[in-house]
């Protein structure tokens, strides 16, 4: 059986790590996470947002990552058909389990393109206590380990706090405490959760030590009000999405450059994509904000190069340095790409605000919604 603690992490001089609160978990700021893995070119299965990777090509991004001083790895079961990306990483970390902090969600829900005229309840799986301890195990098979660090919640409709505020929780307690007794897993956490949803947890008596959220500096809902709840009650901040699907990345300078699998969120029209589903017209405002002359994405890459530095060197330490923030959540699919986006470059300070005051705009247009995909339209938690 594995030995939970008995880590040997080759820590790297060009990597910062930090220990997650309420937890002996040391982590690197930078997490590798994995749902690019989503498709396998091997089974002929394809991800409609990411494409698909070959084993070998997701073996030589998983070393990549861990040469580079990445000791954090974020999967889920609902990455891909029958724990795909969770099979695919732990094909990639056999014999270097001991290396990492790695952590898994359990909660599943229809891919955002079979989600058209459903209802809330349609799309989201529920999960009893049976489910929970069955899904660990399934992820526990997947991963090819004994435990996991840190177990997530991925949505709050998965235990119905969105479907139901006022369900008991205790259940969801149970199972995830039970876990822990019997050493499948060390912590949980939660992943998009607002902050109703949290309250609504912690009085059950959860011990939720972290929260994954997204969060970059083209999405900055979280900073009302689940971010400064997180501090306050000493839960870590786990960031996806951190380059807005390339958006700050400098790969695209038109949104219909833009996959239309990443075109479903508000920060585009609601006609910006066939099957977006958010159908706020203030979207057309958001987009026209990010795209045109002088627009936020211009003022942002102006200010990336006075500083001398990329964008994505730019937006990855500004929201490194942002209250509460543990780890960003970056995703690769080949060592160059890790390589780059393993990068911690020293950024002033001065820079990072001129950042700040950049999108304050964009902020404000996007104010009350915190989550940024369309599946979910509530203000929920705001």
């Known amino acids: 059986m594995d030995a939970p603690g008995a880590k ?83 094909i990639a970390l056999k014999g270097r389990r001991e290396e990492v902090v790695l952590t898994s ?56 706090l969105l479907t139901d505020t006022q369900k008991p929780q205790q259940e969801v307690v149970e199972a995830l ?8 897993i060390r912590h949980y956490g939660v992943c998009n959760f607002g902050t109703q949803d949290l309250d609504c947890l912690l009085g059950a008596g959860a011990n939720v030590v972290t929260n994954q959220i997204p969060y970059n500096l083209l999405w900055r809902g979280i900073e009302s009000t689940i971010s400064p709840k997180c501090v306050d009650r000493g839960i870590g901040l786990l960031c996806y999405s951190p ?6 990345a400098g790969k695209f300078a038109k949104a219909e450059d833009i996959p239309e699998g990443r075109r479903r969120t508000r920060l585009f029209a609601c006609d910006s994509a066939e099957k977006s589903r958010h159908g706020w017209d203030g979207a057309t405002k958001v987009e026209e904000t990010l795209f045109k002359a002088g627009g936020v994405l211009d003022q942002l890459r102006h200010i990336s190069k006075d500083a001398g530095l990329s964008l994505v060197e730019v937006a990855t330490a500004w929201l490194l340095a942002q209250p509460g923030v543990v780890s960003v959540i970056v995703g690769a699919s080949s060592k160059e790409q890790v390589h780059r986006n ?41």
């Not at 073996?59 to 079961?77: M, P, Q, R, Y």
């Not at 929970?132 to 949505?155: F, G, K």
């Not at 405490?177 to 499948?184: I, L, N, R, V, Y």
Request: aromatic share 10%; proline share 2%; net charge negative.
């Open 8 to 90: 040997k992490f080759k820590l790297s001089s060009d990597m910062e790590y930090v220990t997650i609160p309420g937890t002996d978990l040391r982590v690197s700021r930078i997490c590798m996470g994995t749902m690019q893995f989503s498709g396998s070119v091997d089974e002929g299965t394809v991800d409609v947002t990411w494409g698909s990777m070959s084993q070998e090509s997701v073996n030589e991004t998983v070393k990549a990552a861990l040469d580079s001083g990445i000791n954090f790895f974020d999967c889920a079961e609902a990455y891909g058909k029958d724990n795909c990306a969770e099979r695919a990483f732990g």
């Open 105 to 160: 969600k359990f909660g599943k829900h229809l891919p955002l393109w079979e989600c058209d005229g459903l209802a809330e309840e349609q799309i989201y799986r529920y999960y009893s206590r049976t489910d929970i301890l069955a899904a660990l195990d399934r992820s526990l098979e997947a991963l090819q380990t004994d435990y996991l660090d840190l177990y997530q919640i991925h949505w709050p409709t998965n235990v119905g």
């Open 177 to 184: 405490e039970e876990a822990k007794k019997t050493g499948k």
């Open 243 to 248: 380059l807005q699907q390339g958006l700050l």
């Open 342 to 382: 393993a990068k911690l470059p020293k950024v002033a300070a001065a820079t990072l605000e001129l950042c700040s005051e950049a999108t304050e705009e964009l902020k404000g247009l996007l104010s009350g919604y915190v989550d940024q995909y369309a599946a979910v339209q509530r203000t929920h938690g705001v």
